[in-house]
Nanobody, 126 residues
Framework: VQLQASGGGLVQAGGSLRLACVVS?????????MAWFRQASGKEREFLAS????????IYKDSVKGRFTISRDNSKNTVYLQMNSLKPEDMAVYYC???????????????????WGQGTQVTVSS
């Protein structure tokens, strides 16, 4: 399974970006829990959001609730992260992750995901 993240770039504070993660090497992305993480310079990678296998309610990190929305298009094997009202502290490398056997209690745990994309840089200017 390969993940390819895209959509990062430079945006002014208050602006929006939509990240996309295309999954290949599997007949269907439906069987995977998909998530987005980010890693700012000098900091640990942190969980942002995940979307479950069968339309389960997405979960979010508190600091991005109401600003970020995770969604998936199973027909395109793609997961998205819509980011609105971006702040300078959102600047980081954003990663998508996937796992087919992860349990609910581990959704926010980086090490629980077997498959990772290469990351896409998001830069927010103030």
């Amino acid at each position: 399974v390969q993940l390819q993240a895209s959509g990062g770039g430079l945006v002014q504070a208050g602006g929006s970006l939509r990240l996309a993660c295309v999954v290949s090497g599997t007949p269907s992305v439906r069987r995977y829990v998909m998530a987005w993480f980010r890693q700012a310079s000098g900091k640990e990678r942190e969980f942002l959001a995940s979307t479950g296998r069968n339309g389960a309610t997405p979960i979010y990190k508190d600091s991005v609730k109401g600003r970020f929305t995770i969604s998936r298009d199973n027909s395109k094997n793609t997961v998205y992260l819509q980011m609105n009202s971006l702040k300078p502290e959102d600047m980081a490398v954003y990663y998508c992750a996937a796992d087919s056997t992860i349990i609910t209690s581990s959704l926010a745990t980086m090490t629980a995901y077997d498959h990772w994309g290469q990351g896409t840089q998001v830069t927010v200017s103030s």
